[in-house]
């Protein structure tokens, strides 16, 4: 079945780094736009980034611009989010998410239909 | 604090109707289509309504979005116990190319 598996969370000091992971199965993975989505505990949704199906497009949210780099390798049919200098704010259950349109415009880019169960990651000294 | 503001909280009892907002501008939800996602609690979240008022196949009917001027409304008709969950409404801010979800309601069927 479609399926997307995150991985990669954990506990990491602030200023540090961590990459996530995101394993997609059950579907054409290089067709797809995929997003980062996340959610500080007991908040809202957060969207992070979005990354086109062939790279050539990527947005990311204010609060991580310039700090956070989202990548894939369709041969690998995996998604990433490199997190650097890691602030406590960053907190959160991370979500991979894929966009229900193949080959979509940004302006579909607001429809998300497949979501993983999401890893956790907590910045803490 | 989301450009797209939805209210903290709703409640209705079992069987009854429930509308939920999206409030933005006429920056955002005029000039974009709306979807709407329902979280269950310690579950991702899930899709039920895309374009406005689009259902994916599988979500039922009880279901429906609607898109007026600068806001947006879920209506969930035949409230069901199983309905309590955190409802979000998203967007694609083409002016500003990013993604915003509104803050949140949380949904209680008394």
């Known amino acids: 079945q479609v399926q997307l598996v995150e991985s990669g969370g954990g506990v990491v000091q602030p200023g540090r780094s961590l990459r996530l992971s995101c394993a997609a199965s059950?579907?054409?993975?290089?067709?797809?736009?995929v997003h980062w989505v996340r959610q500080a505990p007991g908040k809202g949704l957060e969207w992070v980034a979005i990354i086109s199906y062939d790279e050539s497009q990527k947005y990311y949210a204010d609060s991580v611009r310039g700090r956070f780099t989202i990548s894939r390798d369709n041969s690998k049919n995996t998604l990433y989010l490199q997190m650097n200098s890691l602030r406590g704010e960053d907190t959160a259950v991370y979500f991979c998410?894929?966009?229900?349109?193949?080959?979509?415009?940004?302006?579909?880019?607001?429809?998300?239909?497949?979501w993983g169960q999401g890893t956790t990651v907590t910045v803490s000294s | 604090q989301s450009v797209l503001t939805q209210p903290p909280s709703v409640s209705a009892a079992p069987g009854q109707k429930v509308t939920i907002s999206c409030s933005g501008s006429n920056s955002n939800i005029r000039n974009n289509y709306v979807s709407w996602y329902q979280q269950l609690p310690g579950s991702a979240p899930k899709l039920l309504i895309y374009?406005?008022?689009e259902r994916p196949s599988g979500i039922p009917d009880r279901f429906s979005g609607s898109q007026s001027g600068t806001s947006a409304t879920l209506d969930i008709t035949g409230l069901q116990t199983g309905d309590e969950a955190d409802y979000y409404c998203?967007?694609?801010?083409?002016?500003?190319?990013?993604?915003?979800f509104g803050g949140g309601t949380k949904l209680t069927v008394l």
């Open positions: 998410a894929r966009v229900r349109r193949p080959y979509s415009a940004p302006y579909y880019y607001y429809i998300i239909d497949v």
């Open positions: 059950g579907f054409n993975f290089r067709s797809y736009p």
């Open positions: 374009d406005n008022s």
């Open positions: 998203g967007i694609w801010d083409s002016s500003l190319s990013l993604v915003v």
